[in-house]
């Protein structure tokens, strides 16, 4: 891990969701995201989790392709 913190979130109905989390707990955030959608006494939907989940993987696609580009030098 490399020590980088990402954010999402999603500002409904005068309600904000903020989600902070790295790397190696993303797993734990999707678990989240669906554990809210399927609370009935919040204003979270399962179509809030899925866009916010979509938000999650593509960070986490966009760092394993960073990770994989070889080392280039400054001109």
């Given at each position: 891990?490399d020590?980088?913190?990402?954010?999402?979130?999603?500002?409904?109905?005068?309600?904000?969701?903020?989600?902070?989390?790295?790397?190696?707990?993303?797993?734990?955030?999707?678990?989240?995201?669906?554990?809210?959608?399927?609370?009935?006494?919040?204003?979270?939907?399962?179509y809030?989790?899925?866009?916010?989940?979509?938000?999650?993987?593509?960070?986490?696609?966009?760092?394993?392709?960073?990770?994989?580009?070889?080392?280039?030098?400054?001109?």
């Amino acid at each position: 891990m490399d020590g980088s913190v990402n954010v999402i979130a999603l500002v409904k109905d005068g309600e904000r969701y903020v989600f902070l989390y790295d790397e190696e707990s993303a797993p734990q955030l999707l678990q989240t995201l669906g554990h809210y959608a399927a609370d009935p006494e919040m204003n979270f939907t399962w179509y809030d989790a899925a866009v916010l989940s979509q938000k999650v993987r593509r960070l986490q696609a966009s760092s394993a392709s960073r990770e994989d580009e070889p080392f280039r030098r400054s001109a």
